[in-house]
């Protein structure tokens, strides 16, 4: 059966003196406003701050723990000792030094309080703090998977076992590979390096295969003449076919990894 929920709705309220010790537990708070006001010790656990105006206030040791804060501007808020378990951002202005000072400490809240800032900062068109965001979702995402197989810690032991521990152990190889190839879709230097394998390896196979693998001048000559052999502007007729195929499929891949990686930089724009 359905029950009521219990929350109350406080529109248009301001804040003008310094909270402390209070609890605001399961509010809706509606154009709520603040300016320059210190919150300490304060429980805000499962509110919700819609179109909320808190400029340049501080809060010290405060409980966020499921809140949501939508179309709000919190420009200049300072977040010190902060809880902010499962709250999520939408729309709304926070300065990105909140992902230094209130993440959560498990990887799994961690990545997904990131991943709520990142999504909130690419709202925004905020393209500097959502690279922020990103570099910390993907770091908490390779620590959680890494713990999911691995870590001996009661919580991932009794969540992860059997079967779902083999599949988070295949997820996080995957993690790995993608992030050494591209960085996950971040990282456009990881992805020249990853070309330049390629050509390094076409060196050799065209060398030991189809040169002189004692000379140092087939090496040199073949590593000149890889750039073309990978982009299909040479290929040589004592290649099989079933090599070109390969090439080929790889620089599809590299490709689609490096338009990737422009279409999303230019969308956080």
């Keep these: ?25 399961n509010k809706l708070f509606e154009r709520l406003v603040a300016l320059k006001v210190e919150f300490k010790s304060v429980d805000f656990r499962y509110c919700i701050f819609d179109a909320a105006y808190l400029r340049n206030c501080s809060f010290e040791e405060c409980d966020f723990t499921g809140c949501r804060f939508i179309n709000s501007n919190l420009a200049g808020c300072s977040f010190n000792g902060c809880t902010f378990d499962y ?3 939408d729309k709304t202005n926070v300065d990105s030094d909140i992902l230094d000072v209130g993440c959560p400490g498990p990887e799994n809240l ?13 709202q925004l068109g905020d393209a500097k703090s959502a690279n922020k965001a990103i570099s910390i979702e993907l770091q908490a995402t390779e620590d959680h998977l890494h713990k999911a197989w691995r870590s001996k810690e009661s919580y991932y032991r ?48 065209h060398t030991i295969g189809f040169g002189d693998p004692s000379l140092v001048k ?13 982009l299909g502007v040479l290929e040589l007729p004592a290649y099989p076919k079933s ?19 422009i279409i999303k930089r230019f969308n956080r724009r």
Excluded: H
């Excluded at 529109?11 to 909270?19: Q, T």
């Excluded at 591209?182 to 050509?199: D, F, I, P, T, Y």
């Excluded at 087939?218 to 990978?230: E, H, N, R, T």
């Design 87 to 89: 709250t999520s951002f």
């Design 1 to 25: 059966m359905l029950k009521d929920s219990g929350r109350e709705r406080l529109s248009d309220k301001k804040f003008d003196s310094p909270v402390r010790d209070e609890r605001f537990i």
């Design 243 to 261: 090599y070109l195929t390969v090439i080929f499929l790889i620089r599809l891949i590299m490709f689609g990894f490096f338009m990737s990686i």
């Design 218 to 230: 087939s090496y040199v000559d073949a590593f000149l003449i890889s750039p073309q052999i990978f």
């Design 110 to 122: 961690k990545l997904k309080f990131a991943r709520s800032l990142r999504m909130n900062y690419q």
């Design 158 to 205: 009794k969540k992860y076992k059997g079967l779902k521990r083999v599949k988070t152990f295949v997820e996080w190889l995957e993690f790995k590979l993608l992030d050494l190839i591209w960085g996950n879709g971040e990282s456009s230097w990881k992805l020249c390096r990853a070309v330049l394998a390629v050509l390094l390896l076409i060196t050799g196979i």
